[in-house]
């Protein structure tokens, strides 16, 4: 982390910003990626770049440090694109980054937009921002793919409680804070797990558009319609059990009950008004079934969220230790002090 001193004798903490870049053997576009990658960008005082090479097997390390990539983050095996997501956030908060942007490896984002996707952080105005594609104008997305993108967009929204249009983006910007606070479970991908994560832990995030450059390959993510709706949908429901699960379960659980209750209600009226010589027992067994399981899982819910309290106070803990580790100053003369260098953008 780069240190100045300013008029007053006091350090002053330089902006840096760290393009971060999920890669797996992408020996064949990470050049065309990385060329077209700022090295300035107004209101920054110094941008690095960082790999996450996630198991490779082909030149993509090579090909990154032939265009002087900053950091390389090396995977042994391929973990998954979640899984590199997050150690390119850790090494980035090592490194000192204030502003940390990702994008894909595959030149999709205009990089020429990333002074656009981070004004809003350099405001002041958003912890997180996400690139929103033109998904209608974008001419090698299928017409469903499309549908299944707004879809997905919506049931976002939906959990998180915010309104970010384009939820699948990859390309977004993170502050230090936000980065510090965010911890991925999903092992398919981070890009709805985040945004769901950062509407339920009050982070301010927004959205700006972006542009998005020709197809150089087909997306890894999106190996089939199929596939990518079932995956898609497994991981907006886990995700809102694990950060809403009193809600999930006692929407879950009300159902049957109310089904059983209904039940139990004409049992009783045939019963009493209709005609009393006959048990109907099948009726009253199945009403007993339903109120039973509505109960328990109003019971899983209760017990899920007193989990999911447990779960935020270590949440907190980590992002204490987080702070101890990351924001320790360097080693400063005695009675020196530290002092962030404030940004105005014209």
């Known amino acids: 982390m780069d240190l100045n001193y300013n008029q007053e004798g006091k350090f002053v903490e330089m ?19 990385l060329s077209a990658l700022p090295r300035q960008i107004p209101g920054v005082d110094r941008v690095e770049w960082l790999i996450i ?18 950091h390389i983050v090396n995977f042994p095996t391929n973990q998954g694109l979640a899984r590199g997501f997050m150690a390119g956030l850790e090494a980035c908060l090592r490194a000192g980054a204030d502003i940390i942007v990702n994008t894909d490896a595959d030149n999709q984002y205009c990089a020429d937009d990333i002074p656009k996707l981070i004004q809003p952080i350099l405001y002041g105005q958003a912890e997180i921002v996400v690139g929103a594609r033109p998904i209608w104008d974008t001419q090698h997305f299928s017409v469903a793919k499309k549908l299944l ?20 983006s990859g390309f977004r910007a993170f502050s230090r804070n936000a980065a510090m606070q965010l911890n991925v479970f ?13 509407g339920q832990k009050g982070i301010a995030i ?29 991981t907006i429901l886990r995700i809102f059990m694990l950060y809403r699960p009193l809600r999930f379960f006692t929407l879950l659980g009300s159902l049957p009950l109310m089904l059983g209750t209904l039940l139990g209600v004409r049992w009783l009226i045939l019963f009493v008004w209709v005609d009393a010589t006959r048990s ?18 109003w019971m899983f819910g209760l017990i899920a969220d007193l989990l999911a ?38």
């Open 149 to 168: 993108q707004n879809w997905g967009s919506s049931m976002v929204r939906l959990a998180s409680k915010t309104n970010v249009p384009d939820a699948p």
């Open 186 to 198: 999903n092992n398919y991908t981070y890009t709805l797990e985040t945004i769901i994560q950062a």
């Open 280 to 297: 109907r027992t099948p009726s009253l067994i199945l009403a007993a079934i339903l109120i039973l399981i509505g109960f328990q899982l």
């Open 206 to 234: 927004t959205s700006v558009p972006i542009r998005t450059n020709p197809n150089l390959r087909r997306s890894r993510l999106v190996r089939s319609i199929p596939s990518y709706v079932f995956r898609s949908g497994m």
């Open 309 to 346: 309290a447990n779960r935020r106070l270590l949440e907190e803990n980590r992002l204490r230790l987080r702070r101890m580790e990351f924001e320790q100053a360097p080693h400063l003369p005695q009675g020196a002090t530290r002092d962030r260098a404030s940004k105005r953008l014209g």
């Open 53 to 70: 090479n996630d198991g490779s097997r082909d030149r993509t390390v090579e090909v990154a440090k032939e265009f002087g990539v900053d």
């Open 15 to 33: 902006t840096k910003l760290i393009i971060q870049i999920p890669c797996y053997n992408e020996e064949r576009t990470l050049g065309v990626t």
